[in-house]
């Protein structure tokens, strides 16, 4: 009699468990469609301007583009590691030296890690990168999602005139996928 009533009790916390929204049982950070783990390609494009507070210098970028894949998407984070990162419409150099990975936490907040880039003009010269975990902004689910950067970014190299850190303010919007969610 008490294997029935115990088999009974492990059969009600079952129907229980089915019948919690998935997001109480633990969802991936970035799902698409909604509910479903997304791992693959990330690709964003600029929306508007990037502007970077270099020292003296204001750089305003009016084309980025940057593509990546998930290569983690659990409870707590997901992670996306970065392949191609380009800045083309900046007026001055801007090479990307390291891609790095940016890290998406529960709610939205970004960060991101190993990146590094040279920024030059007239004569002056910066290297500017993304630390372990430097706090890049946040990202909005939607169709499509955004991504708005609010980043104070440290200095590698350079001499006096680079400023450290440099502001990096923007918004880039998610093309692939469409529609990317965030739980």
Do not use: H, R
Not at 34 to 57: P, R, V
Not at 79 to 104: D, E, H, Q
Request: charged share 10%.
């Amino acid at each position: 009699m008490k294997s029935v009533k115990t088999l009974i009790l492990v059969i009600a916390g079952a129907v229980a468990l089915a019948a919690l929204p998935a997001s109480a049982m633990g969802n991936p950070i970035i799902t698409s469609p909604a509910n479903s783990e997304y791992t693959g390609t990330i690709d964003m494009s600029a929306e508007g301007s990037f502007a970077l507070q270099w020292g003296a210098a204001q750089t305003t970028c009016t084309e980025a583009t940057t593509k990546g894949t998930v290569v983690t998407n659990n409870t707590t984070q997901a992670a996306i590691s970065w392949s191609i990162v380009m800045y083309p419409g900046c007026g001055v150099t801007l090479a990307v030296l390291a891609k790095g990975s940016m890290t998406v936490e529960s709610g939205g907040g970004v960060s991101g890690s190993g990146s590094e880039f040279t920024v030059a003009s007239a004569g002056i010269s910066c290297v500017y990168g993304t630390g372990t975990g430097t706090k890049l902004g946040s990202m909005k689910g939607g169709t499509p999602a955004t991504l708005t950067v609010s980043a104070k970014l440290p200095k590698i190299s350079g001499g006096f005139l680079c400023a450290n850190p440099a502001t990096w303010t923007g918004s880039m919007k998610i093309t692939e996928p469409a529609t990317l969610l965030f739980d």
